[in-house]
């Protein structure tokens, strides 16, 4: 079982940068993924980043392309996603999660961590 903490939402201004934070503990592994995902109220849990523990490849969405970059710090076990060009439609409850061993960047994440809430205002 993989414990996962997130850290570092909050409330920006459109335009502004945020950078999220994602620690593991316990059973952690050389291979897998781990994620970032999304849920604005009323939608769906949405994957915005994935990145592979072992070759650092890496996965976006078209809506957050050329603006968020995941990267890892493998001494630290933390995973980052580092926000830039906030919008409005950026707010929403991120999580980070984790696959089993050799999982894939689309899955299936099998532990989440409790969220952290980004707030983008106008």
């Known amino acids: 079982q993989v414990q996962l903490v997130e850290s570092g939402g909050g409330l920006v201004q459109a335009g502004d940068s945020l950078r999220l934070s994602c620690v593991a503990s316990?059973?952690?592994?050389?291979?897998?993924?781990r994620g970032w995902f999304r849920q604005a109220p009323g939608t769906e849990r949405e994957l915005v980043a994935a990145?592979?523990?072992?070759?650092?490849?890496?996965y976006y969405s078209d809506s957050v392309k050329h603006r968020f970059f995941i990267s890892r710090d493998a001494a630290k076990d933390t995973v980052y996603l580092q926000m830039n060009s906030l919008r409005r439609e950026d707010t929403a409850i991120y999580y980070c999660a984790a696959t089993g061993p050799y999982g894939a960047l689309s899955g299936p994440y099998l532990n989440w961590g409790q969220g952290t809430q980004v707030t983008v205002s106008s």
């Open positions: 316990g059973r952690t592994f050389s291979n897998y993924a």
């Open positions: 990145i592979n523990w072992a070759n650092s490849n890496a």
